[in-house]
């Protein structure tokens, strides 16, 4: 049972709208990531944080921009949705302690038209 | 900058076969993971590999981690078609001097498909 959610699954938007794309995780990790992954690509770090008003940009750069104000939420937000943003992001969380990795979302799949 | 390989790319297999996908990674990290994807999901976690030698075996999957190579492999034994997915190997590595402001960079991921 995933304890980490994305919303929406899917979702078709044409040019120029603003989106948010949601997740949300009950776990209290207070590190969360994005990642975009064109269909069976690599994964791609696009914005982390590593706690409550704390973000930053990842290795591939992005249009989009996040925000934390709640350890459970970090949503990520594009201003003006463009068709070379369609793909799949990917949400994540993370906590270190031993024999511990990330947790992924479902993931939400973007097509801009 | 951390660079992560893995290789084949692609991988067509018979049921029945073994294989092994090779991951190399660019700088000293103390964590390696092994996921899972299917087409049109998210990841699933398989391995986390914390040290050097570690051995972690899961049904027909065993991974392995040589830290002084910079180097795990994913070894697979008498594959099965349900084995066929997306193999991504990922490495963990600390950001500036602060414990735990780790990142994860993933492989190229290695597309298996296990012919009956």
């Known amino acids: 049972e995933a304890d980490i959610y994305q919303t929406p699954r899917y979702l078709v938007i044409g040019t120029g709208k603003k989106i948010t794309l949601e997740c949300s995780q009950t776990?209290?990790?207070?590190?969360m990531y994005w990642y975009q992954q064109d269909p069976g690509m690599e994964l791609h770090l696009i914005h982390y944080?590593?706690?409550?008003?704390?973000?930053e940009k990842g290795d591939l750069s992005s249009e989009s921009t996040v925000s934390r104000i709640r350890t459970e939420h970090f949503p990520l937000t594009l201003e003006s949705a463009r068709p070379s943003h369609t793909s799949q992001y990917l949400c994540a969380s993370s906590v270190r302690v031993l024999n511990y990795g990330y947790t992924f979302g479902s993931g939400t799949r973007l097509t801009v038209v | 900058e951390l660079k992560v390989e893995q290789n084949p790319l692609f991988l067509s297999m018979q049921e029945g076969k073994n294989y092994t996908i090779y991951c190399n990674y660019s700088t000293t990290s103390d964590r390696l993971y092994w996921y899972r994807q299917d087409p049109g999901k998210s990841l699933e976690s398989l391995f986390v590999?914390?040290?050097?030698?570690a051995v972690k075996q899961e049904g027909r999957l065993m991974a392995s981690l040589d830290t002084k190579a910079r180097l795990s492999t994913l070894h697979i034994t008498a594959a099965v078609h349900d084995l066929s997915a997306t193999y991504f190997c990922?490495?963990?590595?600390?950001?500036?001097?602060?414990?735990?402001?780790?990142?994860?960079?993933f492989g190229t991921g290695t597309r298996l498909t296990i012919i009956p």
């Open positions: 990922a490495v963990d590595i600390r950001g500036g001097t602060n414990f735990g402001n780790e990142k994860l960079t």
């Open positions: 944080s590593y706690g409550v008003n704390s973000t």
């Open positions: 590999l914390l040290s050097n030698g």
């Open positions: 776990m209290g990790h207070d590190k």
